[in-house]
């Protein structure tokens, strides 16, 4: 069977091409991302157990967010604004906007001053180190690929006088 890697964004931008040049928008498949990519999140950065690939909180601040939330891990987590943005289309902080031909996901949620939040974790400031909630790795990247590739020849197959 036939996997695709990613190479570059251009290879991945030729799929998606070729995949409007026949079905003149890539809607469906790049919903298959955003859906994988809702459920990524939950696992691998919400459903931690420890601090995984973060840098692990101060013994101040786990106390601090225990006594507050009744929970340390996910570090991530406090009260689930940023969980729920990224894991699905419930929260009026979700960014999921699908194009024909572009997919624009992540989150805007903000701080109470209204600052965007997520830049804050994905940056790290000078009091907290980076905690990036947006992972775009190559893997994960890859992965995209295969489910573009893989919903496109399922698409490719069900066309008439295709076989």
């Not at 409007?20 to 928008?25: G, L, T």
């Not at 692990?56 to 106390?63: C, I, M, Q, R, T």
Request: glycine share 6%; hydrophobic share 40%.
């Amino acid at each position: 069977m036939f996997t695709p890697e990613i190479v570059n964004y251009n290879d991945f931008g030729r799929m998606i091409d070729d995949y409007i040049a026949v079905f003149k928008s890539a809607r469906k498949p790049l919903t298959a991302i955003l859906q994988y990519w809702w459920k990524w999140n939950e696992v691998n950065i919400f459903g931690l157990k420890g601090p995984g690939k973060y840098e692990d909180l101060s013994e101040d601040y786990k106390d601090f967010k225990e006594s507050a939330v009744g929970f340390i891990y996910p570090i991530l987590k406090f009260d689930g604004t940023l969980q729920a943005s990224l894991t699905g289309a419930q929260s009026p902080y979700s960014v999921a906007v699908i194009y024909d031909d572009e997919l624009i996901m992540g989150t805007s949620a903000q701080t109470e001053n209204g600052a965007p939040y997520a830049l804050f974790l994905q940056r790290g400031t000078k009091n907290m180190p980076a905690r990036p909630p947006i992972i775009k790795t190559p893997e994960q990247m890859n992965s995209f690929a295969k489910i573009f590739f893989q919903t496109a020849l399922r698409d490719f197959n069900n066309v008439k006088g295709a076989h």
